[in-house]
Structure formats: C-alpha cells, structure tokens
C-alpha cells in the first residue's frame, strides 16, 4: 500500500484532456514538492514535472503539473496513443521513516 | 550526455546476497546523490535508498538491515548489495541520479533526471 494514492487508471480519447491526482498528508506532499515521472511499457521511467509545476527541457506544455495542500495534480492536454503509460507521482517524506514516497501508479489509456 | 547501465547476476538464490553495479557515462559521479529503485513485476517502483558522492547514504526504513550501498568514484560507479533475498525481492533494478535543489528560504527540492534502463533480477532456487 502506497503512502502517496493514485488512481489506478484512467483513460480518455485522443486529443482529449485528462487528469490524474496524488494525494498525500502533511509529512509528504504537505511540506514537500512534488515530481511526476512516466513509464512507458518495459522501459525505464522517464522525468516529467519537478518542483511541482516545472517541466524539464524537451517535456511538451501539454504536460502540466500543480499542487495545493496535501494533494498534486498531472494534467494531460491535447492526448495522443503515445502518452499511453504508467505516471507515478514522488516525494519526501519528512515523518519518522522518511524517505522517498511513490504513487502506487496510474495506468493511462488513451481510447 | 550522462548514462546509466545498471548490471549484475539475473538469477539470485534465497537467502542469498544480491549485488548489483550502475557504471556511470558521461559524467561524473560526484556532487550527486544517487538513487535506487526497484519494480516487482506488475507492480509500482519503491525507493532502495540513495548515496552521495562521497559514501553518505540513506535506505527506505523497509530495506534498511538487509541494504548495502557503496561508491567507487575511480570507477564512476555505484554499488548496490541486498542480503538474505526472497522471491519477494524479484524486481528491475533501477538507479536514477538524484538532483537536489536549494530554493530560496531554506529549503529544497529534488529530482530524478536520468535512470538507467535497468536489470531484472529474479530469486528462486
């Protein structure tokens, strides 16, 4: 069981827009910020959003990333069959097993 | 541009010791943490631990009396032991370098911006 809860799945049609939301608690998301990572079948995971919102070089605005609270949000614009992959959502953890805590994962599909 | 190539033995017997090496390309191990991460087969990643360049380290409490992870800086690369394995720690091993921020009011924020492709590492007998 994960500390940080992602859907399992969700889906939409192409061109669509489609969100995917990580909550957490104040020891993790609360007080921390925030990356976004996508796998894309049998390779390796592959940076998307980092300190919350800020995509790095070569990363599409259709990606987006917020955050308020205790929750984060990804956000998809304009899909295409090749953004069919798992996200996972990361951050530290400051309560006393702290560490790094992921996303269980959310499996998009696009129809 | 930095590569990581993870490597290591695909078959690992119970109760036995699982040691991987990530040889880093490219770039220079030092002034990064470096982190590694595991998937069990259909399932999600799970943070191992990471080390810094110069041996500092920090293991998921889960792990953390069977981990072991070192550095060769001469040899750009980094080390990763797993002791008394079950089939529970049938996974792809990954490591990923770990980029660390400062922000403006103390405090920090962190990244994993290259990751390895990789190694499956199965235990059974």
């Known amino acids: 069981q994960s500390v940080l809860t992602q859907p399992p799945s969700v889906s939409a049609a192409p061109g669509q827009k489609v969100t995917i939301s990580c909550s957490g608690s104040?020891?993790?998301?609360?007080?921390?910020?925030v990356s976004w990572y996508q796998q894309l079948p049998r390779t390796a995971p592959k940076l998307l959003i980092f300190e919350n919102s800020k995509r790095p070089s070569g990363i599409p605005d259709r990606f987006s990333g917020s955050k308020s609270g205790t929750s984060a949000t990804l956000g998809i614009t304009g899909l295409q069959t090749g953004d069919e992959a798992d996200y996972y959502c990361v951050t530290w953890d400051s309560s006393a097993t702290s560490g790094d805590v992921f996303g269980g994962g959310t499996k998009l599909t696009v129809l | 541009q930095v590569q990581l190539q993870e490597s290591g033995p695909g078959l690992v017997k119970p109760s036995e010791t699982l040691s991987l090496t990530c040889t880093v390309s490219g770039g220079s191990i030092s002034s990064y943490y470096w982190n590694w991460i595991r998937q069990p087969p259909g399932k999600g990643l799970e943070w191992i631990g990471y080390i810094y360049y110069s041996g500092s380290t920090k293991y998921n409490p889960s792990l953390k009396s069977r981990v072991t992870m070192s550095v060769d800086t001469s040899k750009n690369q980094l080390s990763l032991k797993l002791s008394s394995v079950t089939a529970a720690d049938t996974a792809v091993y990954y490591c990923?370098?770990?980029?660390?921020?400062?922000?403006?009011?103390?405090?920090?924020?962190?990244?994993?911006?290259?990751w390895g492709r990789g190694t499956t590492v199965s235990v059974s007998s």
């Open positions: 104040s020891s993790n998301i609360g007080n921390n910020y």
């Open positions: 990923a370098r770990r980029v660390i921020v400062a922000t403006g009011n103390g405090g920090y924020y962190y990244y994993m911006d290259v």
